[in-house]
């Protein structure tokens, strides 16, 4: 079973991209992927530590201020 913190998402963009495709257009398409499979959302989880116990105490606040 592989641990989903240590498996590396890939981003692919389409193989058939004309040559003339705008530079634009491909990055954004890039960004909407990124978005998609939820990679800057993991970045910005990643960026600190944060202990197990404050992980479940902020789950609890979250769960009870949302009913």
């Known amino acids: 079973m592989s641990d989903p913190r240590t498996e590396k998402k890939e981003v692919k963009l389409p193989e058939n991209v004309p040559t ?6 491909m990055l954004k398409s890039f960004m909407r992927q990124v978005e998609k ?3 800057i959302r993991e970045v910005k989880e990643r960026r600190y530590y944060i202990k197990p116990s404050d992980k ?3 789950e609890l606040k979250r769960r009870k201020r949302n009913g």
């Open 20 to 25: 003339d495709y705008a530079f634009d257009k």
């Open 56 to 58: 479940r105490r902020a």
């Open 37 to 39: 499979d939820g990679i």
